[in-house]
């Protein structure tokens, strides 16, 4: 079995503070781990991926990831919130078995305050 | 590489009838994924098409189903809608057990 968890619905930061979007998962398996950004009416984009290779991963638009095991997190951050990141984000887990199973977390919303 | 598109983008249907949704997958990908998304709500898996067959499904009734074709392409078709059934619909393809990539969706409307 597997799930994730968004331990945050909303985050709120100023534009040009850093941002932090955490992420909980748990697996019977070796995961992969995504982060997907959906900006109002749109589609889903790929931010950046985790499958077993360096544990910190560096995605588009500055945002980067690392993966602990030990604490079963894959936290997102960005250095510096820019306008533009103002959208939902979600938190992906991925195992392969005889089947792909892809379990989605619940989303965060973040607000970037001018 | 035109990525994954969808088709149509908007549709407004009543209750009752039968719609289709298309999706092209992206470039080399041979596997296409679905996806309900309410409004406010994640992505809810539908069920993955992999060599023209239906692999695995969610939790969804039989009124969801789907096709493969053997250029990679997919349909989902959904019969007697309900209300519930509004939402933005969702593809993705990916190789098998590979990332998937999403489409910008169907936003689909019930009366």
């Known amino acids: 079995a597997q799930s994730v968890t968004q331990l945050d619905s909303h985050v709120s930061v100023s534009e040009g503070t850093p941002v932090l979007l955490r992420c909980n998962y748990s697996?019977?398996?070796?995961?992969?781990l995504f982060w997907y950004v959906q900006h109002p009416n749109k589609g889903l984009q790929l931010l950046l991926k985790?499958?077993?290779?360096?544990?910190l991963v560096k995605g588009i638009n500055g945002f980067e990831a690392e993966f602990k095991k030990s604490e079963t997190s894959f936290h997102l951050t960005k250095p510096s919130a820019h306008m533009s990141d103002a959208a939902e984000y979600f938190c992906?887990?991925?195992?392969?078995?005889?089947?792909?199973?892809?379990?989605f977390g619940t989303g965060t919303k973040l607000q970037v305050i001018p | 590489d035109a990525g994954v598109t969808q088709s149509p983008t908007h549709l407004i249907k009543t209750r009752g009838q039968q719609v289709t949704l298309r999706c092209s997958p992206k470039?080399?990908?041979?596997?296409v994924s679905w996806y309900q998304q309410a409004l406010g709500q994640g992505p809810q898996f539908i069920f993955q098409?992999?060599?023209?067959?239906?692999?695995q499904r969610g939790n969804f009734p039989d009124r969801f189903s789907g096709h493969q074709f053997p250029n990679y392409s997919s349909e989902l078709n959904v019969n007697a809608l309900l209300l519930g059934d509004s939402a933005l619909y969702l593809c993705?393809?990916?190789?098998?057990?590979?990332?998937?990539?999403f489409g910008p969706g169907t936003r689909l409307t019930v009366l």
């Open positions: 993705a393809s990916s190789p098998m057990f590979g990332t998937q990539y």
């Open positions: 697996s019977s398996y070796s995961p992969s």
């Open positions: 985790y499958t077993s290779a360096a544990t």
């Open positions: 992906v887990v991925s195992v392969s078995g005889g089947y792909q199973k892809v379990t």
């Open positions: 470039s080399g990908h041979d596997t």
């Open positions: 098409y992999y060599e023209e067959e239906e692999r």
